[in-house]
């Protein structure tokens, strides 16, 4: 996981179906998280808890990078007539900011329980899991509906295949 972790251009690939297979990676690892969650407290798997440790920070912190270096202001500048895109990417800015903290927190909770800390709080560590992979799912559903929609998609003059109409007629 921490491989496919950066979101990379492939040549012909555009930056709405990048961050598209970044969310999807998301939310397999959102995936992983649960069934870590679920098998609190006996039967946890040491070996998942490291590997999810280790992913979730890079993969959290450059889909982010990637969001805002390059999605962000080609949706801003495509939408610059809509009133409401600079309120929409302020909030998904900082939800990233506090994502990007719960991460860090949560990695270094898996990692205690991966490493077998007997010192780690077997309860909170449930309810950091859950609120993390919860408040992940609630922000991609809604960067899906309110930045990478067919309808704001097609507002911008973009699609999640192409770079953009105007790339096409070049």
């Excluded at 496919?4 to 970044?22: C, F, H, N």
């Excluded at 990417?89 to 939800?95: C, D, I, K, Q, V």
């Excluded at 506090?98 to 205690?112: P, Q």
């Excluded at 309110?146 to 911008?156: C, G, P």
Aim: proline share 2%; net charge negative.
């Amino acid at each position: 996981m921490t491989k496919d972790a950066t979101v990379k251009l492939s040549q012909g690939d555009s930056p709405i179906s990048a961050l598209r297979k970044a969310h999807d990676a998301q939310l397999q690892l959102c995936d992983r998280l649960e069934e870590i969650a679920d098998s609190l407290p006996d039967r946890v798997n040491r070996q998942k808890c490291i590997y999810a440790s280790r992913a979730l920070g890079p993969m959290i912190r450059e889909t982010h990078r990637f969001e805002e270096d390059v999605v962000f202001p080609l949706i801003a500048d495509r939408l610059k007539h809509d009133r409401t895109i600079a309120a929409t990417l302020g909030r998904l800015r900082s939800e990233h900011c506090e994502d990007e903290c719960f991460a860090e927190e949560l990695s270094e909770a898996l990692h205690a329980l991966g490493t077998g800390r007997v010192e780690i709080n077997i309860e909170a560590t449930g309810y950091m899991l859950r609120g993390f992979f919860e408040a992940t799912r609630r922000h991609i559903a809604f960067e899906s509906e309110h930045l990478l929609s067919n309808e704001v998609l097609s507002a911008a003059g973009l699609t999640g295949d192409d770079h953009s109409r105007d790339d096409q007629s070049s």
